[in-house]
């Protein structure tokens, strides 16, 4: 089996993992299976040697695993992890930058803000730059896979919001 066929196999399920994990209720959870769909998504890239993702990817999972052991405690990570995490981010694209179209990566950055704070319903919108961003480049590096995986999660993010528009665990003192 080629690389090509193996990425595009990891591309299914994380489409899978990514669905699933914005229909989640709570911040610990998406953020838990967040983690999950980030590492398939590192591997993807690397099947396809696109270091661009791989670091983003990598990062990405740094974030949601910190972040998910904060929420499971019930608290916030400080403000300068997330500005750590913002300039490895930047950093690592920067570093990896092999094309033009490595810019939409950093859409995402959008993202780490989004799951830092602690209101669920800016944590989805958040995931829409990212899904946005990541999406074009997926395209525009073969990831046909994760391309329509970032299609996807535009559509359930709009469920999600429709789903819970009236949920009072959008309020930020009850997204633990």
């Known amino acids: 089996m ?6 595009q196999i990891l591309g299914v399920i994380l489409i899978i993992l990514c669905v699933t994990s914005i229909q989640m209720k709570t911040k610990q959870r998406i953020v ?25 990817g990598a990062v990405t999972v740094m974030r949601c695993l910190i972040f998910y052991l904060y929420a ?3 608290k916030r990570s400080p403000v300068w992890i997330l500005a750590v995490l ?3 981010y930047i950093g690592g694209v920067i570093w990896t930058w092999d094309s033009w179209y490595c810019a ?4 995402a950055v959008i993202n780490i803000y ?6 669920v319903k800016f944590l989805r919108l958040g995931l829409l730059s990212a899904n946005i961003g ?6 525009l590096t073969m990831a046909y896979m994760g391309a329509l995986n970032e299609l996807l999660q535009i559509f359930s993010v709009a469920i999600a919001l429709w789903r819970y528009r009236n949920d009072k665990t959008h309020h930020p003192s009850n997204n633990k």
């Open 2 to 7: 080629n690389n090509f066929l193996i990425a």
């Open 32 to 56: 838990f299976v967040s983690l999950i769909a980030n590492l398939v998504f590192v591997t993807q890239f690397i099947f396809l040697g696109r270091w661009t993702g791989v670091i983003v």
């Open 72 to 74: 499971r405690k019930g």
């Open 86 to 88: 913002i300039l490895l």
């Open 104 to 107: 939409f990566t950093l859409l």
């Open 114 to 119: 989004g799951q830092w704070q602690t209101n």
């Open 134 to 139: 990541i999406g074009i480049y997926s395209v």
